[in-house]
C-alpha cells in the first residue's frame, strides 16, 4: 500500500471515530477517492438521522456523487473502515468504483456486536420463507412499468 492510500484509509478510520464519539451511529467511516483527491466521504449516521441505511459507504456514495455529479463513481477508489456490509455491497455494486479498500473484516464487526452474517443466509432463502416475509402481488400490472420502459426512446442506462 502507498503512502497515499494509507493516508485516505486513515482519513476513513478517522471517520469512523469522529462520527461514533458523537453519538451519529456506529464506529464505521468511508471515503471516496478519484484522481487522488478525496470526492466524498461520511461516516455512519443511523442515529442521527434515523436513517437505517446510512451507513458510512452509503453516505459516501450519495456525498461523492452528489458532487461529480454523476450517478456513478467510475474511476473512484473507495476506503471503507470495515468491509461493506450486504447493503453497502450491492450499493457500491451499483455505484460501480474501481476498487474497494476495507480495513476491518466482517469478523472484526462481528465481534463488535455488528454482525450482518444473517442477511448473507437470508439472500439464499426463498422471498416467502425469509424472516421478513415477501409476498408477490399485482405482478401483471407492475409489468406495465416495465413495458413503458422497454419502449421509453429516450432513456438513459445505468
Ligand atoms: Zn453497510
Not at 115 to 143: G, K, L, N, T
Request: net charge negative; aromatic share 8%; glycine share 8%.
Amino acid at each position: 500500500m502507498s503512502e497515499d492510500q494509507k493516508k485516505y484509509m486513515r482519513a476513513a478510520i478517522a471517520l469512523a471515530k469522529e462520527g461514533m464519539l458523537a453519538g451519529n451511529g456506529g464506529p464505521f467511516g468511508c471515503v471516496i477517492v478519484k484522481d487522488g483527491q478525496i470526492v466524498g466521504q461520511g461516516c455512519n449516521s443511523v442515529l442521527a438521522t434515523n436513517d437505517p441505511t446510512a451507513h458510512a459507504e452509503v453516505v459516501a456514495i450519495r456525498d461523492a456523487c452528489k458532487n461529480l455529479n454523476h450517478f456513478q463513481l467510475e474511476g473512484c477508489e473507495v476506503y471503507t473502515s470495515c468491509e461493506p456490509c450486504p447493503m453497502c455491497l450491492g450499493a457500491i455494486f451499483w455505484a460501480r468504483p474501481a476498487k474497494v479498500y476495507y480495513a476491518c473484516t466482517k469478523e472484526d464487526a462481528a465481534e463488535a456486536g455488528f454482525d450482518d452474517d444473517f442477511i448473507y443466509q437470508e439472500i439464499e432463502v426463498s422471498p416467502a420463507d425469509r424472516q421478513i416475509p415477501m409476498v408477490s402481488m399485482m405482478r401483471e400490472e407492475s409489468q406495465k412499468a416495465f413495458e413503458l420502459w422497454k419502449e421509453k426512446g429516450d432513456k438513459k442506462l445505468y
